[in-house]
């Protein structure tokens, strides 16, 4: 997730930026305040708020700690070509959302529809057949024929519904197996409407269908924007088991990660009289209007965010691609029987009904293929990583080792699969190293996953956190473009000359 820095456009980084002054009170932000609402990197936050300061009406003010605090007027007030521009390039943006969206939409319309529209086609064409033989044969035969024609809708609706009552039977009976397999009570109706509640929509399975995690991967600054939002809530203090935590590496790649993250937000790096690292990012913290900080961290646990990919998994559409099935079929019926005998023989007929429909189930199933073959690819790597993220979010919650065997169905409970014994003992080490601890045996001929460093290090930062302050404002205001007025008097040789250069600039 903070793998690497956000690569975005120059036109959407500006726009997010925008957002992000206009949602502040009053109009005052930092670029603290900036980067945590925009998720844009701080050079470039920088960069765009020195453009937009220029271009729209606002103020600079400078505290006597050299804090800078752009003041811009809430209505975005500017000249109207620039207005308008942010306008078209706003524009822009909401119609590439829109296609997206009308895109993950349109695809299950597009096979519902056209089941529909081969049913009624296969309809018609039965109805013109026996008409056909009607006329041929005499009223008297075309009766007997009209009526067995006429049994076909009954009989195909019926079909339908004993094959969806049975799917629908098995697959409560499967439900009633998870509860019963998570030590859930399997007649607690309050908790089976919670597993429904939870699961995917049809769009959603579809897309995920198609193109299985690539499909999830979230807008860059969206990423940046919920992790920045997690350090503030945490005053600005994280360390490497709180980047394990949410974004389930190990331990060395937190620590890389930690590092990058201190060089690219300007932050520090403290260590304590334990070795353990402490990153600490000040200005982040900085503020223009302190309430824009109480923001609720919407970034999940690397095991929340798993849960998502595996209930996709779990719970795979097998109508859309049931019906795209059905619709390929119909496509060549269509092209060799239907349309023959309703007599469309033009070229349109044959391009909406057979031609673009069939080249569509086509391609369906040979994206959905090629995901199909990736995830077996990845399969034995995606069923260890569940494994470990599952384990990670055991010694999180409890903080205290893992036992094998013995804690098998709390692993389990994560959501993420299920483990006998012998597969863990074979993953212990691997996995205990991979948090810089051990997986030791005991006394009583088991195993124990411990990870006394993390621990460690989640006490440290909680002492930390509990005597730091929440909220940093903006300090006195020691110099402001508003005005002679409002100026104040500078006393620091070394900060005049760097607002007299900001005042050049």
């Keep these: 997730m903070a793998e690497q820095l956000a ?58 700690d050299g804090n800078l605090l752009y003041r811009f007027d809430p209505g975005l007030s500017a000249r109207q070509d620039i207005v308008e521009a942010d306008r078209k390039r706003r524009r822009k943006e909401a119609f590439k959302k829109a296609a997206i969206a009308f895109f993950k939409a349109w695809t299950v319309v597009m096979i ?63 439900d009633v197996e998870q509860r019963v397999g998570r030590g859930a009570d399997p007649y607690d109706l309050r908790d089976a409407r919670e597993d429904e509640d939870k699961k995917p929509g049809i769009i959603e399975r579809t897309w995920y269908f198609l193109f299985g995690q690539r499909g999830l991967e979230q807008n860059p600054l969206e990423r940046e924007k919920e992790l920045l939002t997690y350090v503030r809530a945490k005053k600005g203090l994280v360390t490497n088991a709180d980047i394990v935590a949410l974004l ?39 503020s223009g209007a302190p309430e824009v900080q109480e ?23 097998f109508l859309i691609p049931f019906l795209n099935g059905f619709n390929l079929v119909l496509a060549f019926v269509t092209y060799t029987t239907l349309l023959p005998i309703l007599g469309w023989s033009n070229t349109f007929a044959h391009i909406t009904l057979v031609f673009f429909p069939g080249l569509f189930s086509v391609l369906f199933f040979a994206v959905a293929l090629n995901r199909k073959l990736r995830e077996a690819r990845a ?16 010694l999180f919650q409890r903080r205290r080792p893992v036992v094998i065997p013995g804690d098998e169905q709390a692993i389990a409970a994560a959501g993420l699969g299920s483990w006998g014994t012998r597969r863990l003992h074979e993953e212990c080490d691997a996995i205990a190293m991979e948090l810089r601890g051990d997986c030791a045996a005991r006394g009583d001929g088991r195993r124990e996953i411990r990870a006394d460093r993390v621990f460690r290090e989640m006490d440290v930062v909680e002492r930390l956190r509990a005597q730091a302050e929440s909220k940093q404002a903006v300090g006195r205001t020691v110099f402001s473009t508003r005005g002679p007025l409002e100026a104040r008097p500078i006393e620091d040789d070394a900060l005049a000359q760097e607002i007299a250069r900001l005042e050049r600039e």
Aim: glycine share 10%.
């Design 248 to 286: 389930g590496v190990p331990y060395d790649e937190a620590d890389a990660i930690g590092t990058r993250l201190v060089a690219t937000y300007d932050g520090e790096l403290d260590i304590t009289d334990e070795g353990l690292a402490v990153y600490r990012f000040p200005n982040l913290m900085l």
């Design 295 to 317: 923001q609720v961290p919407r970034l999940g646990y690397t095991w929340q965010v798993r849960k998502k990919e595996h209930a996709l998994r779990a719970n795979p559409t």
């Design 112 to 174: 519902v529809v056209y089941a529909i529209i081969y049913v009624t086609l296969a309809i018609m064409a039965m109805i013109a057949a026996s008409s056909q033989r009607r006329d041929d044969r005499g009223f008297g035969g075309g009766g007997r024929h009209h009526g067995g024609g006429g049994t076909f809708i009954p009989i195909f609706w019926g079909s339908g519904s004993s094959w969806r009552s049975e799917r629908t039977r098995r697959r409560t009976i499967r």
């Design 379 to 394: 399969a034995g790597q995606y069923e260890r990583d569940n494994m470990r993220i599952a384990i990670y979010r055991l």
């Design 7 to 64: 690569q975005v456009s120059d036109d959407t980084a500006r726009l997010r930026i925008l957002d992000a002054i206009k949602a502040a009170p009053g109009g005052a932000v930092t670029v603290g305040d900036v980067v945590a609402k925009s998720g844009v990197p701080p050079a470039e936050a920088e960069r765009h708020l020195t453009l937009l300061v220029k271009e729209y009406t606002s103020d600079l003010d400078v505290d006597d």
